[in-house]
Each structure stands twice: as structure tokens, then as C-alpha cells.
């Protein structure tokens, strides 16, 4: 299975994540508050190289592929998603820069759950912002979850992305996994430019 494949299979996952959110997106009313950055400007956020290939190859088809790559390949320390859009005065506010190709890790987050390995209880995947700002919501939200509400399991959804491509599942700092998602798809294209120019 080639690098295209791979990403195309990825798209596919994201397609059907989506669709089995929606449900508990309108029941669960635990979506993100607008505007708020306070996940995204967490530079230890873990990812793929292998969630973050279909941004790299929309990347490339936009010519910013390369520029993107050097840029983060200078990073001393790791910083803020990459495609991270922060407000100048507060780095906690803001937006993504590609919404639509957003990792699995941002898809996952407030619309999926977890179990809790001592307590054996089910656990929406959120953050302390919306516990505290929707704190009745978050309650009320829990205990349907734990009542039999349809959620996705997020572990389920690893499973599913790592069965693509086991390798390229392990997760690093989120900076880092785009960044090897940039050179593996500047690599391929590379290849592939090489070869219809050796058949010309």
C-alpha cells in the first residue's frame, strides 16, 4: 500500500468518525467553546505522522509543503501546532489553520470517550475549560454516557488508524508527527516526479 492510499484510507476514517459524532455532538451539546484555543496551544499535544498525512499532501498540492517542513525542522524546542492560528494577545484563543484535515487527536477530543482503567467507569475526553464553563452539561453528559448513550471509544478509533499503518501510529510531540507526515509525502512526490521522468 502506497502513501496515497495510506492518506486516502485516513480520510475515510475521519469520514466515518465524523459521522458516528454527529449524534452525540447534537445530544451531548460538549462541543468546543468557539474560538478557544487552549488544547492547540499545547506544544506536547501527542500525534501520527500517519493522522496528519492527509494535510501533508493538501499541503503539497499547495505549494507549502516544503516551507512548512523547513520551518518546523528549525524548531530548537517544540512549539504550538503548526497549523495552529493564535490571537496576537492570547495564544489560548484562536482557530485551525485547516480545519479539514485536522488530526485524529482533534477530531477525538470532546466527542469521544475512554474508560477508566481503576474505576472502570466511561469518561468524556475533554478538557478543564468546558468541565468548569458547562460543568451541569459535563455531569448530566457523563451519566448518560455511563447509561448506555452511543459514544466513540477513542481507543477503537487508535486501533482502527493503527491497523493502516502500525508505524506510522506511534505517536510524538504534535509538531514533530506533521513534520515527518511533510517528509514522507515530499519524499514520495519526489520519487514519483523521478520515475515519470526516467519513462519520458
Known sequence: MNLVEKSRL?????KELEEES???QKEGGMGCISGCG?????????????????????????????????QLAMEETPGNCIVYRSQ???????????YQYRGLIC?????????NNKTGIKELITCKILKEEKAENFLKVNEKINSG???????????????????????FPINQAI????????RYKFYQEEEGTVQL
Open 88 to 98: 496576537k494577545e492570547d495564544d489560548k484563543k484562536g482557530f485551525c489553520g485547516n
Open 10 to 14: 485516513v480520510v475515510a476514517l475521519f
Open 38 to 70: 487552549f488544547c492547540c496551544s499545547n506544544p506536547k499535544i501527542p500525534a501520527s505522522p500517519l493522522e496528519f498525512l492527509p494535510l501533508a499532501f493538501d499541503l503539497y498540492d499547495k505549494g507549502l509543503a516544503e516551507e512548512i517542513a523547513n
Open 179 to 186: 513534520l515527518m507526515a511533510l517528509e514522507l509525502v515530499l
Open 149 to 171: 448513550m452511543e459514544v466513540p471509544f477513542a481507543p477503537a478509533w487508535y486501533t482502527q488508524l493503527n491497523e493502516i499503518d502500525e508505524n506510522l501510529s506511534k505517536q
Open 107 to 115: 477530531r477525538l477530543f470532546g466527542t469521544s470517550i475512554r474508560k
Open 22 to 24: 454527529k449524534t452525540f
